[in-house]
């Protein structure tokens, strides 16, 4: 893991790769499915990354992997919070231990629950008008 106290401009996959602890192909692959995720390319054609793409890339692994969002169910929320332009999310960074802890920039935790209980119910619905 990298410390990310050095800050760069730019990084290539590979360091991004190894600072997200995310495979490269997965880092291609989000790319095609997350529009908002779209580095940009040195003359080379070698994919850049800044330092607001590394977070982005943070929040989509926060979603997909721990919150075990489905991938149209991250595009959504990440829709949402471009529309409303708040800020994907904040890395605090702790030199002890290897993993980022990523926080959500809302006015309070029960906001960002009540959220996830409306998506749930809201997905509930469909399915039982299906059944």
Do not use: C
Not at 108 to 125: A, R, T
Request: net charge neutral; aromatic share 8%.
């Amino acid at each position: 893991m990298r410390d990310l106290s050095i800050k760069k401009l730019y990084y290539s996959i590979s360091e991004v790769s190894k600072i997200t602890d995310i495979e490269q192909y997965v880092l291609r692959y989000w790319e095609t499915e997350f529009e908002q995720l779209n580095p940009q390319k040195n003359r080379a054609g070698n994919r850049i990354y800044t330092n607001k793409d590394i977070r982005l890339i943070l929040y989509i692994k926060e979603l997909l992997r721990e919150k075990k969002y489905t991938i149209e169910g991250a595009k959504k929320i990440l829709e949402d919070y471009e529309q409303n332009k708040k800020p994907i999310v904040e890395i605090k960074e702790k030199k002890s231990e290897p993993e980022q802890e990523v926080s959500f920039d809302h006015d309070d935790k029960g906001s960002l629950l009540k959220e996830d209980l409306e998506e749930i119910k809201s997905v509930l619905k469909l399915l039982l008008n299906k059944l």
